[in-house]
Structure formats: structure tokens, C-alpha cells
């Protein structure tokens, strides 16, 4: 059990050692992806998305995860090789993270981790690789590409001057409706009606009180209350009104082609521009992930184009063919 919690940690299960010829699903260089590597990367993604997704949403991300699968595998393989080349210590740093790993799980010592992934047929040098294979890419790119990415207040400023819709709050009103239908009934009388109510409403009456009372909207048992709404979400004659009469006032009688409306508005705040300060550190960091993710399509697409790749016809469903130009068989 306790094993079997540590190699979730890991993200995918680790099959154990068997004497049998693997199915080759790609070779990256001089380094090949086998069918059970694919199996268990599927595996671990499916797990994952089930702990924290349900329904349409873990439909589409799993359709969506399991067409990059092969890709990410792929990506990893290529950040594998060049940490390789890049940092010349790894049998150290694979040393550090199997301490960090153990102080991180309270395994008593090395001997007792032996033991748990011996259960599973692993070695030790083996969970290591593992342990450098989550780490090294992460490593990788935080220097090729994460550590290159600075942001500073001038282009912060102009992406706040040449993008004023995103920091705009838009204008809203809290209001309140009466509404008297035309449907068999003869529209002067319901529009005397409406103006007789809208007069007892402007003269100081309960809008709520007067709603519940003469209202034939379903928002008559609420005293009439649209709630708070935005431009766009009423009728655009309704709308007028809501968006130009004082908070606290009642508009004129409003015709509509099923009948006759009268609002008051409860509440208003005015459309306004967050002021830049406000917005600053959070519009840098905006910048700074939307720069991570173009230069890491890059760096990808340049190891992609610098490596020699194969994939297996077989398995071509698996591969966003986004990056790069897989050669098939």
C-alpha cells in the first residue's frame, strides 16, 4: 500500500521488470518510447483527471490529453537529453531528490525505501532515473526558457494603454420592474394603467409594495426585482433607462411590444477604468505567461526540428502534430 502510494507520487505506475520484446511506439534519437511507457502515461493522466474533474469537462480534457499524450512524451524525452548534456552532476542531483524524497514521505532510511520498491521489482538506481526524469525538464526549461522571460513597467504600461477593455468595469444597475401586458386587453386602458401606477411610484409609494400589487411579470412576488444587470442583458429600450435615469428614480412608462414597463433603479455604479496601479503586478504577470507559453512552443518546435524522430504509424492518433514533423515508418 505504501508503495503504491509513493509511485502515484511519481505520476505513473512503474511496470515491472519482465523479459519480453516491447512494441516500439517511437524513437526519439537514439532512445526509443515503448507501448508500456504510453500505457502508463495514459494511465497516469486518466487518474489525475478523474481526481478533479467530472462530466462534459473530463470528457473534453481527457479526448484532449490522450491527443497529446504521445507529444508530452515525446517533449520530455527531448528535455531528458539535454539536461543530460547540459547538467554534468545528475547522479548527484538524483541523489539529493531520492534524500528529498524519502525526508518527504518519512521513510525511516534507504534500506526501508529499497525494500518498498523492491515489492514492486524496481531498484533503487531505477526510481532515481525516475525522479530525474520529473525533475531534469523542469530544470531544463527554467533555464532555457522561464529564466528569460523579464517584464518590465514599460511594456506593462502599454499593454495596460492598448488593451483599456480588459481593465474596464463595466456599468451596472440594481433594478426593480412593473410590468402591465397587452395580451386581451386594450392598450390605452393598460397604458392609463401604467401611467397611474408609474405616478403613485414617482410620488413615493413602495416600487416593491406597488409591484406585488399591479405587476403581471414574474418578478411580482420579488417586488419586482430584476436584480443587478449589465448593458446587453435587458431589452435595448429597457436598458436606456436603467443606464440614464438617476439611482433611486423611476422611469417614464416604457412601450414594449408585449405591454408597458415601468423601472426603478435601486443602485447604480458607472462604467470605470481600474487605475494602473491597481492592475500592475498582476497585467506583469499576465505578460510573463502568455511570453512562457509562446517560447516554450519555440524551444519545443526548435528541439523537435533539431532531433531525429520516429513514430509508429500505429500510434499516430496519440501525437498533436503541432511540434515538429514526425517521420512515419
Not at 22 to 44: F, M, R, W
Not at 178 to 196: F, H, K, M, S, Y
Not at 220 to 236: Q, V
Not at 255 to 281: I, S, Y
Request: aromatic share 6%; with cysteine; proline share 4%.
Amino acid at each position: 500500500m505504501r508503495t503504491a502510494c509513493l509511485l502515484l507520487l511519481l505520476g505513473a505506475s512503474l511496470p515491472a521488470r519482465a523479459e519480453v520484446l516491447e512494441e516500439i511506439v517511437a524513437k526519439v534519437n537514439d532512445e526509443i518510447i515503448t507501448k508500456t511507457d504510453l500505457e502508463a502515461e495514459d494511465e497516469a493522466m486518466t487518474a489525475e483527471l478523474y481526481r478533479s474533474l467530472s462530466g462534459p469537462e473530463l470528457d473534453r480534457r481527457l479526448a484532449e490529453g490522450k491527443a497529446m499524450l504521445l507529444r508530452r512524451l515525446i517533449d520530455r524525452r527531448l528535455l531528458m537529453q539535454r539536461g543530460e548534456r547540459m547538467f554534468t552532476e545528475l547522479d548527484k542531483m538524483g541523489d539529493t531528490l531520492v534524500e528529498q524524497f524519502i525526508d518527504y514521505q518519512k521513510i525511516k532510511d534507504k534500506a526501508e525505501l529499497q525494500r518498498l520498491l523492491a515489492q514492486e521489482g524496481l531498484t533503487l538506481p531505477e526510481f532515481k532515473r525516475r525522479l530525474l526524469e520529473q525533475q531534469v525538464p523542469t530544470e531544463v526549461l527554467r533555464y532555457e526558457v522561464g529564466g528569460r522571460v523579464a517584464i518590465g513597467d514599460k511594456e506593462v504600461e502599454a499593454y495596460y494603454r492598448d488593451h483599456p477593455q480588459e481593465f474596464t468595469v463595466p456599468a451596472e444597475a440594481t433594478v426593480r420592474e412593473i410590468v402591465l401586458l397587452t395580451e386581451g386587453a386594450d392598450p390605452a386602458q393598460r397604458r392609463a394603467q401604467a401611467e397611474a401606477v408609474r405616478a403613485r411610484a414617482a410620488a413615493g409609494e413602495d416600487f416593491a409594495a406597488l409591484a406585488k400589487e399591479a405587476s403581471q411579470a414574474g418578478t411580482k412576488d420579488s417586488g419586482g426585482l430584476l436584480g443587478t444587470i449589465h448593458k446587453g442583458d435587458i431589452a435595448p429600450e429597457l436598458e436606456a433607462s436603467a443606464f440614464s435615469i438617476p439611482a433611486g428614480s423611476v422611469s417614464p412608462v416604457i412601450e414594449m411590444t408585449h405591454g408597458f414597463h415601468v423601472l426603478k433603479v435601486d443602485a447604480r455604479t458607472e462604467e470605470r477604468l481600474k487605475p494602473l496601479e491597481e492592475v500592475r503586478e498582476a497585467t506583469r504577470d499576465k505578460i510573463a505567461d502568455q511570453r512562457y507559453a509562446n517560447d516554450l512552443q519555440t524551444f519545443l518546435d526548435k528541439s523537435w526540428n533539431e532531433a531525429t524522430i520516429w513514430i509508429n504509424p500505429k500510434y499516430a492518433d496519440r501525437l498533436d502534430r503541432r511540434n515538429g514533423k514526425p517521420r512515419p515508418a
